[in-house]
C-alpha cells in the first residue's frame, strides 16, 4: 500500500555532489519518520541517515556526517538525501525506508524501518 521510490542516484566522479529524493505514495503523506540506508555490493546493508517525522531530529552514521544533510518536504511527500564530496566508497545502492511508528526519532536499524524502496544506484568513479 506504502511506495517508496528513490530517484537521483547516478554516476558522478569523485568530489561531485548528488541530491537524492524518496517520492512517498500511499495511504501516507510522508509523515513519518524516514531513513536512508546503502548497501554495496559483497557488503552488509548500513545505515546513511534518518529523519524524524517533522524534521525536528536527524541522524547520521559518524562516518558520513558532515558530507549529508537529510531533509524533508511533507507537502510534496519527499525525503531528500543531499550527498556532498562523493568519493568512491560511497558507491552503493541507496535505499530510503519509513517507520510506521511515529514516535520515532530516526533509528539507525534497519529492522526498525516497515517500509522500504527499491534503491537507487550511486556510482562514484575516481
Known amino acids: 500500500q506504502v511506495q517508496l521510490v528513490e530517484s537521483g542516484g547516478g554516476f558522478v566522479q569523485a568530489g561531485e555532489s548528488l541530491r537524492l529524493s524518496c517520492a512517498v505514495s500511499g495511504r501516507t503523506v510522508s509523515r513519518y519518520p524516514m531513513g536512508w540506508f546503502r548497501q554495496a555490493p559483497g557488503k552488509e546493508r548500513e545505515f546513511v541517515a534518518a529523519?524524524?517525522?517533522?524534521?525536528?531530529?536527524?541522524n547520521y552514521a559518524d562516518s558520513l556526517k558532515g558530507r549529508l544533510t537529510i531533509s524533508r518536504d511533507n507537502a510534496k511527500n519527499t525525503v531528500y538525501l543531499q550527498m556532498n564530496s562523493l568519493k568512491p566508497e560511497d558507491t552503493a545502492v541507496y535505499y530510503c525506508a519509513l517507520d510506521i511508528d511515529l514516535y520515532g526519532a530516526g533509528s539507525i536499524r534497519g529492522n526498525d524501518y516497515d517500509y522500504w524502496g527499491q534503491g537507487t544506484q550511486v556510482t562514484v568513479s575516481s
Open positions: 529523519i524524524s517525522w517533522n524534521g525536528g531530529t536527524t
